[in-house]
């Protein structure tokens, strides 16, 4: 199956990085090579960065042609490590496009999509625990607990009781199965509101890959690695993830932190950087041409 994804706000994540033909520049999600061959026309040097063997295997060739590009096997919260061993002190900009990619959704052997029959799967980076084994070995608890905090599904414990109660009698072993599991554990009107399994399997696949937890460790991580008047782009697709890079972004460009009562400052925090602006999100025409782009946001900050 051809990689295809339409890369989401493409036009504003690029202008957001502020390139030119003297910055390195990292994507960290760079999946079917769709802001990375253009990034790649307009830098010094790019390193475009995937976790997913499948993804690496098409940059390598979309991205031939360029002499100026690193495609790295890796995820983006390792971007220290790949900076050393790529012998680079510092980068200029770096671009997450977060979530799964249209390729995982359509591939149906990966098994991320409920539309879709499959093997539960859901790996990014295809290592590691699959849906797999989440579904079957978490206890009930566990589960629910999943569910609600990487979704806010509000029939979280009941999924969690059905699943628990089915797999009794056999392991669950496809996305098909999940989702008359999960249509079973809602109130007949609930599943006249969009596909009742959306936010069930986004709390699995985020489990899975250990996406948030990555999310927070590689802001960090990122913004250490950027020189002085360095971009971090970052497109979300979902609250969870939005709250975590606007939050890390306030605290950066958080100046004194001191109580408003004290009449001087005594801790001597000073703002990291700046806020490019809010946040984007599509235009209805981006939304018209690609749906699966409505829940997007792009936010950018740059280091002083």
Request: glycine share 6%; net charge positive.
């Amino acid at each position: 199956m051809e990689f295809n994804h339409k890369s989401v706000l493409f036009k504003e994540a690029l202008d957001s990085l502020q390139l030119s033909k003297d910055k390195i520049i990292a994507d960290g999600t760079a999946g079917g090579g769709g802001h990375s061959r253009e990034i790649a026309k307009r830098v010094k040097r790019l390193i475009a960065i995937d976790q997913d063997p499948d993804a690496i295997a098409v940059l390598n060739n979309r991205l031939a042609e360029f002499k100026n590009v690193n495609i790295v096997h890796a995820n983006f919260s390792d971007i220290k490590n790949i900076l050393l061993n790529l012998n680079i002190p510092a980068i200029d900009g770096m671009l997450l496009d977060l979530g799964v990619s249209s390729f995982q959704l359509d591939n149906a052997e990966r098994g991320f999509s409920f539309h879709q029959n499959a093997p539960l799967d859901m790996r990014m980076s295809k290592t590691g625990i699959s849906a797999y084994d989440v579904v079957n070995t978490y206890d009930e608890k566990t589960l629910a607990d999943v569910i609600w905090n990487y979704s806010e599904e509000k029939f979280s414990r009941s999924i969690a009781k059905n699943i628990v109660k089915a797999r009794a009698d056999k392991p669950i072993e496809t996305t098909f199965e999940l989702v008359d599991i999960i249509k079973k554990s809602m109130p007949a009107k609930e599943l006249k509101k969009g596909h009742p399994a959306r936010k069930t399997f986004q709390a699995v696949r985020i489990e899975v890959n250990g996406e948030l937890d990555r999310l927070k460790t590689a802001l960090d991580s990122i913004f250490e690695c950027l020189n002085p008047g360095g971009i971090i782009s970052v497109i979300t697709f979902h609250s969870l993830e939005d709250r975590i890079v606007k939050e890390k972004f306030a605290q950066w460009a958080k100046g004194c932190t001191c109580p408003k009562e004290f009449p001087v400052c005594i801790c001597g925090n000073k703002p990291k950087g700046e806020l490019m602006f809010k946040s984007i999100s599509p235009s209805e025409k981006e939304l018209e041409e690609n749906p699966r782009a409505r829940s997007s946001r792009l936010r950018a900050f740059k280091k002083y």
